[in-house]
């Protein structure tokens, strides 16, 4: 590799050591990702071989029952759920931030929602559960309020600042002559704002729109503490006033006292590579768009 | 500096690094080399060996007891794979562990350290709607379990048509198998909303009105309320108790046990911690903490 390196540099010099250093720190974290998804299909791999998973409407472990129609509905549910809230309240602030905002005072509001970004989820999903699921339980007159919805906003509360970060930078990058030009023509800032900016960056706000669901996919703690956790759903997949069973959460709730080898444990591993396929594609879709993004910003 | 150079410099500071590593490691690395004892599994059992830990450290400087949950099936895999000295267990090894045991040579032995009586538990509502405790046989514990009964009235004709609103433990819980195995019959499949952990659904019964579950004796508090279950062979309705639990009164009760890779050896200290749980001091380290000694005496 020392080599191989050192001659598309240029024959004459050498790897030094910093360079060296680095590049063994990236290939450990390849290493490390190869690693994570050969153990996960590996583990999962019985399960899929095995025929036990099935698209029966019933996650039951403890029988054998491994129905993914209650997991992947939840997890949809869920995620389309939290970003129909997440969506319209995260893209109009980026468009309140970069566009009616003086600039100077972008970062005092800024900033605070992305705060919102880095407090843990285990504090949402506490914030979940002795907030939002009491009041969801009295306001709908429902006993059990652990629902979709409660994980729902949750979720929302969580993706904003995601959808909110990446789509003001996209905003942000919108070329200053295409506004000029715009408002030279008569248009109005509004008239600026959907007609030029918005659809100029529509591939950079779509691109934060799938990392946002990917995140909330993939989110764990904050969810499994407010999502009720049935074995099966009892209403459509629509219903929001439902509790709810994500995949993440049906693995926490069962790798701690699954068997090693046993069927629940391969089951769970087989969630997880669902999972990880989940991001993959998600982040692979995110940066196809947003590579066709900067190929129009640039025009 | 040339590329030579600055190989160099960065060739000696790893050398530098390392020394200074080995040297650290030589003055923080205490003295006398002290006995590890690695536990882990259920939480079940957790609060009572790591209290009998702490005393037994106190006892023997030169023991190192670390003490960890996970869960009974982590424990056992734990055991299995040599990772740990002793699992924790609130149920049995399953056929798949007694398997894997016997492939990888290990000698799965279990000892009985306590008696833990799982509790069914109610919200309030229920005890205030009757005006004094709910009872139940285990056919009816059988039908709401399973959902084949589904609102209160079904129960108890002087409760109102509520849903019964159903919590369980998580799949694999020691707790969810022993209290299946009790009152479910062949084929039989409990339904509800899965709680992970004691405290959680404990919690979770005393904030959702209309709602049942099951907690050890050892997490009932004020918020719950709990049911009298019958007892076929009295004919009579017992209340879950430490008493109740130890006569054989109270149906819905089970053992916690210490699992060891065989018998450990005398004088060692896996061998030392076993009997100290199960001495006198650490029998009533089990009572403090919730569950019921194994043994009589300890009983004053």
Partial sequence: ?299 | MSAEGRKRLVAALAILLAIAAVALSLVIKPGPTREILVITGSTTVLPVVEECARECMKLNPNADIRVSGGGTGVGIANLIDGICDIAMASREPGPEEIARANETGVNLVLHRIAIDAICVIVHPVVEETLGEPLELKLEDLREIFTGERRYWNQVDPRLPPEPIIVFVREPGSGTRGTFEELILREGDECIGYEKHGNPALRDAVAATKWSIGYVGLGFVNEGVRVVWIYNEELGEYAEPSKESARSGIYPLTRYLYLVTDGVPPEGSLARDFIEFVLSPEGQRIVEEVGYISITERAED
Wanted: charged share 10%; with cysteine; glycine share 8%.
């Fill in chain 1, 1 to 299: 590799m020392l080599e191989a390196v050192g001659m598309a540099e240029g024959s004459s010099k050498s790897l030094d050591g910093i360079e060296l250093v680095a590049a063994l720190c990236a290939a450990g974290s390849i290493a490390v990702l190869g690693l994570i998804i050969a153990f996960v299909v590996a583990e999962g791999a019985p399960a899929l071989a095995s025929g036990i998973l099935t698209l029966e409407n019933r996650w039951e472990p403890e029988y054998d029952r491994y129905g993914l129609y209650t997991l992947l509905a939840s997890s949809i549910a869920v995620a389309v759920g939290a970003l129909a809230i997440s969506v319209p309240a995260g893209i109009s602030s980026a468009v309140f931030v970069v566009e009616v905002l003086p600039p100077k005072l972008r970062d005092f509001v800024k900033v605070p929602i992305e705060l919102l970004g880095a407090i843990p989820s285990v504090v949402y999903g506490f914030v979940g559960y002795k907030v939002i699921v009491p009041t969801i339980s009295s306001a709908f007159g429902i006993y059990y309020g652990q629902t979709a919805l409660a994980a729902s906003l949750v979720l929302a509360v969580m993706t904003v600042p995601t959808i909110l970060s990446l789509s003001s930078e996209v905003l942000a990058s919108v070329p200053l002559e295409y506004r000029e030009a715009s408002l030279a023509l008569g248009a109005t800032k509004w008239q600026t704002i959907r007609h030029v900016v918005l659809p100029t960056a529509t591939p950079g706000v779509l691109a934060s729109i799938l990392l946002a669901f990917g995140r909330a996919i993939g989110e764990t703690i904050a969810v499994v503490m407010v999502a009720g956790c049935p074995q099966q759903l009892s209403g459509p997949i629509w219903n929001l006033l439902q509790p709810v069973y994500p995949m993440t959460a049906a693995i926490v709730m069962g790798m701690g006292e699954a068997e090693i080898g046993s069927l629940h444990y391969h089951a769970l591993f087989a969630i997880g590579g669902i999972l990880l396929a989940f991001s993959f594609a998600v982040n692979a879709a995110a940066s196809l768009i947003s590579r066709k993004a900067s190929i129009r910003l640039r025009l």
